[in-house]
Nanobody, 121 residues
């Protein structure tokens, strides 16, 4: 069973930067589309950005040019680098893996517990 643990959240002033990490356990032989989502207070969860199995990336318009996603396969970790943060980026950030079914891994849609990012203006 794959499990995801996010870290790196915190409080930062507008214009600052943070890097979130999502460490996966039980994922060593799996392949996944990996994404970050966020949910602001009183709002629905929304897609932020993602990286597909083929290495292609997807970004929400609101974060293009400010946020980037990267991965370290050796560490089974995906990162979210957030620059030029704005107050409207304040949210709980969640990591999501959609695991491709292979002979080693079952198809799964796995979420982390979230890490809180607060941006003050």
């Amino acid at each position: 069973q794959v499990q995801l643990v996010e870290s790196g959240g915190g409080s930062v002033q507008a214009g600052g930067s943070l890097r979130l990490s999502c460490a996966a356990t039980g994922h060593r032989y799996c392949r996944s589309d990996m994404s970050w989502y966020r949910q602001a207070p009183g709002k629905e969860r929304e897609f932020v950005l993602g990286i597909n199995i083929d290495g292609s990336t997807r970004y929400a318009d609101s974060v293009k040019g400010r946020f980037t996603i990267s991965q370290d396969n050796a560490k089974n970790t995906v990162y979210l680098q957030m620059n030029t943060l704005k107050a409207e980026d304040t949210a709980m950030y969640y990591c999501n893996f959609v695991i491709k079914a292979t002979i080693w891994c079952a198809h799964q849609d796995v979420w982390g517990q979230g890490t809180l990012v607060t941006v003050s203006s």
